[in-house]
């Protein structure tokens, strides 16, 4: 790859920069995965020097973990807004409408930027408190809408978290399809099987199982996000 043209250097305040570094990190992992970030491929995306890189994140590892922790955050915040931001729509139209766009072709860079980093964390103990922090913010934030439903009698169910887990984990089930339809050949057969994971039974599976839990009409969460 060749690097871009170097011009000459903008100086930056610390913080402006440093945030500047995150959010291209953040969009090469969404839009190429967190394996493409290195101290040199985001230097030459902002046309800079890797020392200047280097300076704010020394080790690239690092710079790869905020760089998840800062897509995820942003994509998170955008799917589930805080409630002092959403005060015009009901609790259900809110589920609806992240569910919705959660399982939603939209959404398939987000699926698998969580699909690598659960894999590379493995490998990675920074990475792996970082989807674990990740993780339990998103948990902690659906909670508290399903909370607020049951108290506006919008939702029925003794148990919020146990109504979150249920409804995340079948999230991040179909997530685990989420690179199938790069090659429509997922089994080497020679035949395009993508439409096996595009069934009519996967494309609601999530909102089923919050209608379910959450004692709402069958195909209400649907209607409710258009």
Known sequence: MTSRPQGARTRKPPVERRAEILHTAARIALDEGLERITL?????????????????FPAADDLVTEAF??????????????????ADRSPTARLAGFLVRLTGADCLDLSRLWLNARHLSRFKPGLR?????????????????????????????????????????????????????????????????????????LRDL??????????LTPGLLRAAAI
């Open 40 to 56: 040199r491929r985001v230097a030459d995306e902002l046309g800079v020097r890797p020392g200047l890189i280097g300076h704010y």
């Open 129 to 201: 408190a970082a989807v674990r922090e990740q993780e339990s913010l998103t948990r902690t934030a659906l909670t508290g809408l399903v909370e607020e439903g049951v108290r506006r009698g919008e939702f029925r169910t003794d148990d919020p978290l146990g109504t979150t887990l249920h409804i995340l984990v079948t999230v991040d089930g179909l997530g685990a399809y989420a690179n199938d339809d790069i090659d429509g050949d997922s089994n080497g057969d020679g035949n395009d099987d993508s439409d096996d994971v595009n069934h009519p039974a």
């Open 69 to 86: 922790a800062h897509a995820a955050a942003q994509e998170r915040d955008a799917l589930l807004p805080p409630g002092a931001h959403e």
């Open 206 to 215: 999530a909102l089923t199982v919050a209608e379910h839990r959450l004692g």
